[in-house]
């Protein structure tokens, strides 16, 4: 599966405008965050059909004339007109070099064919769950909070976002918020419904109000203890997992260690890993 890496450098610093292509979408509004950190949305294909939590190929044209593409989580829900995403910025990164420069009106390279392990399928029922993000790892967990099948499918949702500094905590902080004052998503998911999302942010290195990986949080049990819920247990907690690498690894140990098993959308099981994102690590 493609990982979303950035290595090669680039020479061109603009974004490229993709000419006659099939699969070209509009860019429809762009906010940046932080030097590190941006999020778009684009017009969707009307024949494209996704679950929450699923990715597609998107990108530019490259310096040489061929497509630049790489995995990006879909954001937005299953049932919004628009497509969203959230990105990282990489100075030399092939993509996000110019990906980071694209304007309401520039189009960008959109293959719709959306796949992914963070889906509701992949996961036996349950009564929590967790999803567990770092940096841009957050996306996939913006399209599943949106969704009303996350709170019909649990009696509790938790999403826990770890960056380095506080506002790289924005784009999540801020998607919170719109669930639960927006009237369109209080009409969609039921005001009822709402009360079941929790919301744990943490930083590493910016002090804030919960400082910490949440590796250790779980560890040594501070997680728990501050949402007032019992260790991970397999008979009722579910999880996603989605953040660098080393992020992934190390919490997947720890779902293993509490006895949660790894699932997929062909074999579901109490847990599931995004294999084909590399975000930003702590």
Not at 139 to 154: C, G, I, M, V
Not at 206 to 235: C, H, Q, Y
Not at 262 to 281: H, M, Q, T
């Amino acid at each position: 599966m493609t990982e979303m890496t950035e290595q090669a450098p680039v020479t061109q610093a603009t974004a490229t405008k993709v000419a006659a292509l099939p699969d070209a979408q509009t860019v429809t509004s762009v906010q940046h965050y932080t030097d590190r950190l941006f999020a778009f949305r684009v017009t969707r294909p009307q024949s494209l059909r996704f679950r929450s939590g699923e990715f597609v190929m998107i990108g530019l044209m490259g310096d040489n004339g061929k497509p630049l593409l790489r995995a990006y989580s879909i954001a937005s829900p299953s049932w919004d007109e628009e497509l969203e995403f959230y990105s990282i910025k990489v100075p030399d990164g092939p993509l996000t070099s110019k990906l980071q420069h694209i304007q309401p009106g520039d189009e960008i390279i959109l293959r719709p064919k959306p796949v992914g392990t963070l889906v509701h399928d992949a996961l036996l029922p349950g009564k929590r769950i967790y999803f567990f993000s770092t940096g841009t790892g957050f996306a996939p967990f913006a399209s599943l909070l949106r969704d009303p099948q996350t709170y019909e499918d649990y009696d509790e949702v938790i999403i826990t976002h770890t960056c380095r500094e506080v506002a790289e905590l924005t784009y999540g902080r801020d998607l919170i918020e719109s669930i639960r004052n927006d009237e369109l998503l209080q009409e969609l998911i039921g005001e009822e419904n709402l009360a079941k999302l929790r919301y744990y942010p943490t930083t590493t290195r910016e002090e804030s109000p919960k400082m910490g990986r949440i590796t250790t949080l779980i560890e040594n049990g501070e997680l728990f203890a501050d949402l007032g819920v019992p260790p991970l247990n397999p008979e009722h907690d579910r999880a996603m997992i989605c953040g660098s690498l080393a992020f992934n690894i190390d919490v997947k140990a720890l779902l293993e260690q509490a006895g949660l098993r790894e699932g997929a959308n062909s074999e579901p099981k109490e847990f599931v890993v995004e294999k084909a994102f590399v975000g930003d690590g702590i």
